[in-house]
């Protein structure tokens, strides 16, 4: 059984003062029966780590180098998130896809990085709209999920995140019928891939997930969380979007 997780990507969003926001959280969950992520701008993920250190809620990062050191002016490995207080690292969001170029080659060397240095990596897969209305949503998002993911994996250690590019911050979502089709593609194609250690990847929902909808969404077989960008940045809507998780 997949562990299930919420998580929260701030994406360029925060300064110290919304930190409240994390320590609010902490205050509410004492303990949860599931994971909890806040992936703040690295410019947080230290003072964010102190706030929630005796929580159950993890810090984490949106990218890193695929390098552990360097000459990479304004790039942060991995060892160095590490060592700032992340244990998360997202690869692979479409906006980095979209602004920084990252093709899928990109994504899986950053993934080995964040695996080498300890980490967990969130890969995150998606269509774009024009791929969703050619037909070829399943074809896309396995073929991302192919190419991003390294050969040899720990399920422990691993978490893919079905973002349509379409969906994120748009407030459209897909049909859980949508949801459920590619969730189950990604889990056959996990399991041909790497065997039964797929069953206990943890697979995730992303793109306009609220507390509204997100119990339909995390009744969907084999979606196990959810990746939360807008409904993350205040702690009242993430912590309804982690209740339903929690009673899901
Ligand atoms: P959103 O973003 O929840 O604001 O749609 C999701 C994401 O990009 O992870």
């Known amino acids: 059984m997949a562990r299930k997780l919420a998580a929260g990507?701030?994406?360029?969003?925060?300064?110290?003062?919304n930190l409240a926001e994390a320590a609010a959280l902490a205050k509410e969950f004492v303990a949860s029966s599931v994971d909890i992520l806040l992936c703040p701008p690295a410019t947080l993920i230290t003072p964010m780590a102190q706030i929630l250190k005796d929580s159950p809620i993890a810090t984490g990062a949106q990218?890193?180098?695929s390098n552990e050191s360097g000459a990479h002016t304004g790039d942060i490995s991995a060892a160095q998130l590490a060592d700032a207080g992340a244990t998360?690292?997202?690869?692979?969001?479409?906006?980095?896809?979209?602004?920084?170029?990252e093709s899928d080659a990109d994504?899986?060397?950053?993934?080995?990085?964040?695996?080498?240095?300890?980490?967990?990596?969130?890969?995150?897969?998606?269509?774009?709209l024009g791929q969703r209305e050619a037909g070829d949503?399943?074809?896309?998002?396995?073929g991302q999920l192919l190419r991003s993911l390294p050969?040899?994996?720990?399920?422990?250690?691993?978490?893919?995140?079905?973002?349509?590019?379409?969906?994120?911050?748009?407030?459209?979502?897909?049909?859980?019928?949508?949801?459920?089709?590619?969730?189950?593609?990604?889990?056959?194609t996990l399991t041909e891939r790497f065997g039964d250690i797929a069953?206990?990847?943890?697979?995730?929902?992303g793109g306009s997930v609220k507390p509204s909808n997100a119990a339909d969404i995390f009744a969907v077989a084999d979606v196990d969380g959810a990746l939360v960008g807008g409904a993350s940045l205040k702690a009242a809507d993430f912590a309804g979007i982690i209740s339903a998780l929690e009673a899901s």
């Open 107 to 128: 994504v899986r060397s950053k993934t080995e990085a964040v695996c080498a240095a300890g980490l967990t990596a969130i890969v995150c897969v998606g269509e774009t």
């Open 151 to 188: 050969d040899e994996i720990d399920a422990t250690k691993l978490v893919i995140a079905y973002e349509p590019v379409w969906a994120i911050g748009t407030g459209k979502v897909p049909t859980l019928a949508e949801i459920a089709e590619i969730h189950a593609d990604m889990r056959a």
């Open 9 to 17: 990507n701030w994406k360029m969003n925060g300064v110290t003062a």
């Open 88 to 101: 998360y690292v997202i690869t692979g969001h479409s906006e980095r896809r979209a602004d920084h170029s």
């Open 63 to 65: 990218d890193c180098h």
């Open 137 to 142: 949503a399943l074809k896309v998002v396995h």
């Open 199 to 205: 069953a206990d990847l943890p697979l995730l929902y």
